[in-house]
């Protein structure tokens, strides 16, 4: 399961990259509205540091196939290789996606809240397909379920659009999918943050080091004995 940031804070993704082993970006226009800053810039800003090899996806907003297909021309164009382009799973998307399908243009199908979108948006050649788990699950549907029954859609019916879910607010979420071997997985730092955070494990640690301070001496470790 690949791994994504979804944010577009800079200094945060650097960060997350650091210590995190993060497959790419993912913005959408709220996040980016959260910056403040010219949205070309912060995005080149976010592609610079990811380089070719992250992926690095980002939403359309017209409302019309036409102006989702010139959007995508002008986003391709700014951020280059391996940017992803979202693309609402809604009637006048599914006719973008599969122009931008014709024209080589990677597409990522979003707002997905049912497993039809999904279904439809992949037939259409879109390359991901994004279901929104806690958006779902707080209008009373199962997220999870959803977002595992495309995966099995995808698989059942031979096609090759990957999952990728978003909107999660926990790690036992992304944990649940990663074991049904979803394809990707997008989530805000916090979440990120919270994959491995675990009180136990920091006191375990905690434990090894007193007890090498008390046999070594304070402030010694396997280096410096
Ligand atoms: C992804 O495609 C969505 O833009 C994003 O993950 C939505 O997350 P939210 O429900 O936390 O806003």
Redesign the pocket.
């Known amino acids: 399961m690949r791994l994504l940031i ?1 944010d577009a804070q800079i200094d945060r993704i650097k960060e997350l990259y650091e210590y995190y082993p993060v497959d790419g970006v ?3 226009p ?2 980016l509205a959260k910056q403040g800053k010219a949205p070309y810039e912060a995005l080149r800003q976010i592609r610079r540091f990811v380089g070719e090899a992250g992926q690095l ?1 980002v ?1 359309a907003v017209s409302r019309q196939a036409e102006g989702m297909v010139r959007e995508a021309c002008r986003i391709v164009e700014e951020l280059g290789e391996n940017t992803y382009v ?1 693309i609402p799973s809604v009637k006048e998307g599914f006719k973008a996606m599969r122009e931008l399908r014709r024209r080589g243009i990677l597409v ?1 199908a ?2 997905i809240y049912s497993p039809m979108q999904a279904f439809l948006a992949a037939k259409c050649g879109a390359s991901f397909a ?1 279901p ?4 779902i699950d707080n209008m009373g549907y199962d997220g999870i379920g959803a977002a595992k029954e495309i995966h099995d859609i995808f698989k059942n019916n031979g096609l090759e659009t990957q999952v ?1 879910a ?4 926990n790690s036992m979420q992304v944990l649940e999918l990663c074991r049904h071997g979803i394809g990707a997985a ?3 730092p916090d979440v990120m943050e919270g994959l491995a955070k675990n009180q136990a494990v920091t006191t375990a640690v905690e434990d090894f080091i007193r007890d090498f301070e008390d046999l070594a001496g304070a402030g010694k470790d396997m280096g410096t004995c």
């Open positions: 979804d993912t913005t959408n709220t996040i996806h939403q979202k990522t979003t707002a994004a929104y788990i806690n958006r990728l978003a909107s999660f607010k997008t989530v805000a």
